[in-house]
């Protein structure tokens, strides 16, 4: 376009002659149409449909979040802990 052209600024001026350029060499390669491509339309877009809320009941939370008491029956899983608190009081007298 003859008055676009007017108002572009020297680096886009110099955008679209390395563009023209780097499409003649494709066309001498045999590699494109020698028409200029025009610029593709997009196809529009479907607007999204919107997802129903879920209830906060079905929601994981954690029981932390939910002010609950962790479930604790005092069974040692292993002995790898205990050894650690051993070891622990032996180094240092508990304090008080």
């Known amino acids: ?9 020297e ?3 110099q955008r679209l002659e390395h563009i023209r350029r780097n499409h ?10 020698p028409t200029p491509a025009a610029p593709q339309q ?3 877009r479907k607007p999204r449909t919107k997802l129903p809320p879920v209830p906060p009941e ?4 954690s029981s932390r979040v ?3 008491k962790p479930e604790y029956t005092k069974e040692t899983i ?3 802990g205990d050894d650690l ?12």
């Open 1 to 9: 376009g003859g008055a676009a052209m007017d108002e572009l600024s």
């Open 11 to 13: 680096y886009e001026l």
């Open 24 to 33: 003649e060499m494709l066309v001498r390669l045999g590699l494109v149409d």
């Open 42 to 44: 997009k196809a529009p």
């Open 58 to 61: 079905s929601l994981r939370r």
């Open 66 to 68: 939910r002010d609950l």
């Open 78 to 80: 292993d002995q790898f």
């Open 85 to 96: 608190d051993r070891q622990a009081a032996r180094r240092s007298p508990a304090k008080k």
